[in-house]
């Protein structure tokens, strides 16, 4: 079983900036693709932004030039630096991530998909 652990969520004016972080945790043998998405009241859940392995990166529109994502992979991190934020970018920040895993105590292996709990971002003057 894999946790996904993240911070940096709050509240912060708008134009202002934050910085989320997720870290996986557990008996991981590589994390492919990691990703944020978020969701607004009455909403559904929808991308922000995702990083391959590789470090190759997509992002929605509306967030486009203002986030950026990143990752280090020796610390099995994931961040989203989040500059020039709007009130509609107020949401609950979700860390999702595709991780090739070790089933139990064994050394076979699977590929799943885990999510974060979340984490509240309020733009708000």
């Known amino acids: 079983q894999v946790q996904l652990v993240e911070s940096g969520g709050g509240l912060v004016q708008p134009g202002g900036s934050l910085r989320l972080s997720c870290g996986a945790s557990?008996?991981?043998?590589?994390?492919?693709?990691m990703g944020w998405y978020r969701q607004a009241p009455g909403k559904q859940r929808e991308l922000v932004a995702t990083?391959?392995?590789?470090?190759?990166?997509n992002y929605a529109d509306s967030v486009k030039g203002r986030f950026t994502i990143s990752r280090d992979n020796a610390k099995n991190t994931v961040y989203l630096q989040m500059n020039s934020l709007k009130p509609e970018d107020t949401a609950v920040y979700y860390c999702?991530?595709?991780?090739?895993?070790?089933?139990?105590?064994?050394?076979?292996?699977?590929?799943?998909?885990?999510w974060g709990q979340g984490t509240q971002v309020t733009v708000s003057s």
């Open positions: 557990g008996r991981i043998f590589r994390l492919n693709a």
């Open positions: 999702n991530a595709e991780v090739r895993g070790y089933i139990g105590s064994s050394s076979y292996l699977r590929t799943s998909n885990y």
């Open positions: 990083i391959t392995s590789d470090s190759s990166t």
